[in-house]
Every structure is written in structure tokens, then in C-alpha cells.
């Protein structure tokens, strides 16, 4: 947690360079660590390996003020369902998604019931769909309380969809939604 605290103080105050050499770190980590894990474990699905591969590969993003712009809302909406907090997180979706919901359904994103409960979240990777719309690709993770269980290997990952809502201000337009190609 403390990480993206480092990360977002960086993209704030304007050091654009650490925050790139920081992202460019955790994202050869993270590669790493899926190789470790795929060699430790024959039994890692084809499927689970190619979207490991497609994700964690380090690729040129063009970072520009639209592109941390989306990022910030992305995380913000996504900070606001692992606090389990629906009013933070409806000020960071669209007016179309909203009137799209029910009450419980947007409830039932936010907060969720006591147990599981919203555990974290990674933001993987992108995908400019036009100028005024990213998909980000995310892994939400939940945790049972007193819960010890397995390993396990994860799905494919979910998608949300960012759009721009004015000159600085962009906002989810889906709800987590699994991705499939």
C-alpha cells in the first residue's frame, strides 16, 4: 500500500521519470514472479499463462495527461469499492452506468456483504479504445474471514471502462465486467 502512495506522490509532484523507472520495476517483477510460479507449478493452465504473458509484458504506454487522468479515476473508483464505500465511489462513474444500476445493485458492488469482503485490487494493464475512452484491466480479490485457503491461479482478468467526462475529468462507464477474448 505504502508502494502506490510512493507512486501516486511521484505522478503528483511532477516526476514523471521516477514514477515511469518505478512502474517499469514491478512490472519486470511481476513477470518475474509469473515465471517462478509457472516453473514451480506444472500444472498452471495454458489459458492462465498466455494471459499472464499478454498483461505483464512491459510495453511502451503513452503517458500523457488523459492517460493518468483515466488512471486516477480508475483507481479512485476502484479505492472506493475495497473501502466498501458506494457514495466515494458513485462520484467516480457516469451519469449512463448509474441511471443503468438499481440502488441494491450499486450497493451490492460497493459494499458487498461482511463476509467475503473486498481485499484488493491490480490494475494490469490498458487499452486506448479511442481518444476519450481506456479499458483498464483489473483483478478484484476477495477474502473470507478466518479463511485459510490455497493457492490458487486466477482467471482471466476483469475490465472497467474510463471515459472522458471533460478536460480533466474522467469516469468509469462499466462495472467490473471478466474479460474474454
Known amino acids: 500500500m505504502h508502494s502506490i502512495f510512493v507512486l501516486v506522490s511521484y505522478i503528483l509532484l511532477g516526476d514523471l521519470m521516477k514514477f515511469l523507472n518505478i512502474l517499469s520495476y514491478f ?13 514451480k507449478n506444472p500444472t498452471l493452465s495454458r489459458s492462465a499463462e498466455n494471459i499472464a504473458s499478454e498483461y505483464l509484458q512491459i510495453k511502451n504506454v503513452a503517458v500523457d495527461k488523459n492517460y493518468l487522468l483515466a488512471l ?92 472522458k467526462f471533460d478536460e480533466y475529468r474522467w469516469l468509469v462507464d462499466t462495472l467490473p465486467k471478466p474479460y474474454i477474448k
Open 27 to 39: 512490472l519486470i517483477l511481476a513477470l518475474v514472479l509469473t515465471i517462478l510460479i509457472s516453473l
Open 72 to 163: 486516477n479515476s480508475a483507481d479512485n473508483f476502484l479505492c472506493a469499492w475495497l473501502m466498501r464505500d458506494q457514495k466515494k465511489g458513485e462520484e467516480f462513474i457516469t451519469k449512463r452506468l448509474k441511471d443503468s444500476l438499481t440502488y441494491n445493485e450499486l450497493f451490492a458492488f460497493f459494499v458487498g456483504t461482511s463476509n467475503p469482503h473486498n481485499q484488493g485490487f491490480e490494475i494490469i494493464g490498458e487499452k486506448h479504445l479511442s481518444n476519450k475512452r481506456i479499458r483498464f484491466f483489473v483483478w478484484l480479490y476477495e477474502y473470507y474471514t478466518m479463511d485459510n485457503p490455497k493457492p490458487y491461479l486466477r482467471k482471466s482478468p476483469y475490465y472497467i471502462d474510463v471515459v
